[in-house]
T-cell receptor
């Protein structure tokens, strides 16, 4: 069975500082990994994905994520946080070669303050 | 990317009644899904809506409670039947467009349901 862990319920960072939102995963085969963001009273927005190739993936709004196979991690990062980045972030995994069914983490609330 | 709309955006319903949620995608998609989300919490997959056949339900969800239709490649409905307060939640429609089995999923804005 596939699973995702987001160990931090909330991450607090000052505007202009770098941010990291952690995600680890477990799948039987090769993973397809995704990050989504959810603003209040909105649906989920796709940020980025890792399928294969370069371990560093760049996505929307200046976010990037690094795939680390040995640590089974896919942490979300941004060099300089903005107050407008404050939202709920979800990591998700799908096992390669399987039907399209995502497993989501529990979510991490990012709070960026001035 | 696919743009997904849902109707209604929110509703307040009495226990024992049923509500049908509509999901419309602006392009043909291979896969459509229905999720449930408590505010501020993670998503739970209810079922995969299959075009032209019965939906595939996840453990803990049954067709009698959550009947789903998908008459074509751009539209699906989810009905929450015989509602109780425990059904109060946000219901999200999702679709996967192209990319084979690794295409990203796109989400509708959700339907916020309150059962009194």
């Amino acid at each position: 069975a596939q699973s995702v862990a987001q160990p931090e319920d909330q991450v607090n960072v000052a505007e202009g500082n770098p941010l990291t939102v952690k995600c680890t995963y477990s799948v039987s085969g090769n993973p397809y990994l995704f990050w989504y963001v959810q603003y209040p009273n909105r649906g989920l927005q796709f940020l980025l994905k890792y399928i294969t190739g370069d371990n560093l993936v760049k996505g929307s709004y200046g976010f990037e994520a690094e795939f680390n196979k040995s640590q089974t991690s896919f942490h979300l990062k941004k060099p300089s946080a903005l107050v407008s980045d404050s939202a709920l972030y979800f990591c998700a995994v799908r096992e390669s070669g399987t039907a399209s069914k995502l497993t989501f983490g529990t979510g991490t609330r990012l709070q960026v303050t001035l | 990317s696919a743009v997904i709309s849902q109707k209604p955006s929110r509703d307040i319903c009495q226990r024992g009644t049923s509500l049908t949620i509509q999901c419309q995608v602006d392009s043909q998609v291979t896969m459509m899904f229905w999720y449930r989300q408590q505010p501020g919490q993670s998503l739970t997959l209810i079922a995969t809506a299959n075009q032209g056949s019965e939906a595939t339900y996840e453990s803990g969800f049954v067709i009698d409670k959550f009947p789903i239709s998908r008459p074509n490649l751009t539209f699906s409905t989810l009905t929450v039947s015989n509602m109780s307060p425990e059904d109060s939640s946000i219901y999200l429609c999702s679709a996967s467009s192209g990319g084979g089995t690794y295409g990203e999923q796109y989400f509708g804005p959700g339907t916020r349901l309150t059962v009194t």
